[in-house]
């Protein structure tokens, strides 16, 4: 009886050894359990490893659970001065600093009202105001490179890549492999607590993504999201206003192709603040095994959108010869930023395309290609 165990030992990270150096910007990935979200807590301090040691150098600002620390029954003012002291602030520093904090939340017709009063987005707004006027060293991020919704996304976004081109450290959480792509210096797998690979970003989300596709289960692609609506977006936003897509003169979202004849064209409007620069477009093509076979986007070809006066404007996107093979595959369409990182909106699976082909070529795309003797 001595010697019974009432309990499973479990290692959430194990021999993870790991330096992230100065004004770096690390992504980390991994499935639901891998360790991720354990690791970012022990950078900042919230748990403390069982082994091993951890180190960390300069003030560090989470971006986890935005607001945990709040007191319901204080004020705004009240969870102000106690988050930000938490942070490591002094009361000096805080005086300085709290008109800008309060400014930033857009909560300052409710900053004496106890923060129980809240709505979720104002709780948000005021939380992420607070630990991001710390002007930290280490800013750690799960999941979302913005917060809130419309105008403050775009405000708090902004705030983020200001740190990031100050040349602050960064921690980035993400499932969203186009992120770990664009934003990071280096990326980080994380495998059931251990460390499966840590290179260049472009060689940890090719590696991973087949690692998801190789026990991948695909359903049903639905059509999500673009609530096309008219008239000028708020402040601070830009959405999509209209998609259509054509093939070989026809105009529909199920459209039948042929492989290395038929011409797609590809046409997003927008409605934008004119405020902003011009948005950029995404967009992705999906095989119907979930696999994202190619896409373009105009922040990387370096093309600009023409906008109007009141921010309106349309972009196409044109192939002059589908070389996608045979097989159903959907169109994903995005709005992003100037700098394709903050989404504007999208339209997920909006456009099913049937290719047939002659001949008898494998594969999702033709290559083009040539033969000779010798």
Same mark, same amino acid.
């Given at each position: 009886?001595?010697g019974?165990?009432y309990y499973?030992?479990?290692w959430?990270?194990?021999?993870l050894?790991?330096e ?6 690390l992504?980390?990935?991994g499935?639901n359990?891998?360790g ?5 807590? +022990?950078?900042c #301090?919230?748990?403390?490893?069982s082994?091993?040691?951890i /180190?960390?150098r300069?003030?560090v600002? &989470?971006? %986890? =659970?935005?607001?945990a620390?709040f ?13 930000a002291s938490i ?7 805080i005086?300085?600093r709290y008109q ?5 939340s857009?909560?300052?017709d409710f ?5 129980r009063t809240?709505?979720s987005?104002?709780y948000?707004?005021l939380a992420?105001?607070v ?14 490179l ?5 105008e403050f996304?775009?405000?708090?976004f902004?705030r983020?890549m200001?740190?990031k081109?100050a040349?602050?450290?960064?921690l980035f ?14 990326a980080?797998w +994380?495998?059931? #607590?251990r ?7 472009? /060689?940890?989300?090719?590696a991973?993504? &087949?690692? %998801? =596709?190789?026990?991948?289960?695909q ?7 673009m609530?096309a ?18 093939a070989d ?9 042929r ?9 997003m409007?927008f409605?934008?603040?004119p405020a ?15 696999i994202v076979?190619?896409s373009?986007?105009s ?5 600009t959108i023409a906008?109007?006066?009141r921010?309106?404007g349309?972009?196409?996107l044109?192939?002059a ?8 595959y ?12 903050h989404?504007?909106d ?8 049937e290719?047939s082909?002659?001949? %008898?070529e494998q594969g999702l ?7 000779r003797?010798g």
């Amino acid at each position: 009886m001595l010697g019974r165990r009432y309990y499973r030992e479990f290692w959430a990270l194990r021999d993870l050894g790991l330096e992230v150096a100065p004004g770096e910007v690390l992504g980390i990935v991994g499935r639901n359990g891998a360790g991720k979200s354990t690791l970012l807590q +022990l950078v900042c #301090g919230t748990l403390t490893p069982s082994s091993g040691s951890i /180190r960390t150098r300069g003030r560090v600002a &989470a971006l %986890l =659970e935005l607001g945990a620390g709040f007191n319901p029954e204080f004020s705004g003012r009240e969870n102000v001065y106690m988050a930000a002291s938490i942070l490591g602030l002094t009361g000096a520093q805080i005086d300085e600093r709290y008109q800008d904090i309060v400014e930033f939340s857009g909560v300052r017709d409710f900053i004496e009202q106890p923060v129980r009063t809240y709505s979720s987005g104002m709780y948000v707004r005021l939380a992420f105001s607070v630990a991001t006027c710390v002007d930290p060293d280490i800013l750690v991020i799960d999941e979302a490179l913005s917060v809130g919704d419309g105008e403050f996304a775009r405000k708090s976004f902004d705030r983020i890549m200001a740190l990031k081109d100050a040349g602050k450290t960064i921690l980035f959480c993400s499932h969203a492999m186009y992120y770990i792509e664009a934003m990071c210096t280096r990326a980080l797998w +994380l495998r059931e #607590g251990r460390a499966e690979m840590v290179d260049a970003p472009g /060689r940890v989300v090719a590696a991973y993504g &087949a690692f %998801l =596709e190789s026990g991948q289960v695909q359903g049903e692609a639905t059509p999500q999201g673009m609530a096309a609506a008219p008239g000028t977006p708020p402040a601070g936003t830009a959405r999509i206003t209209g998609i259509e897509v054509r093939a070989d003169g026809r105009v529909g979202t199920r459209l039948e192709l042929r492989s290395g004849e038929s011409a797609l064209e590809i046409t997003m409007r927008f409605a934008s603040d004119p405020a902003l620069p011009a948005p950029s477009i995404g967009v992705g093509v999906i095989h119907s095994s979930g696999i994202v076979v190619a896409s373009a986007g105009s922040f990387n070809d370096g093309f600009t959108i023409a906008r109007d006066a009141r921010g309106n404007g349309e972009a196409t996107l044109a192939f002059a010869s589908l070389l996608l093979l045979k097989g159903e595959y959907t169109l994903n369409l995005f709005l992003f930023c100037e700098r394709a990182l903050h989404m504007y909106d999208y339209a997920l699976h909006y456009a099913r395309l049937e290719v047939s082909q002659q001949g %008898l070529e494998q594969g999702l795309v033709s290559l083009p290609h040539r033969w000779r003797d010798g």
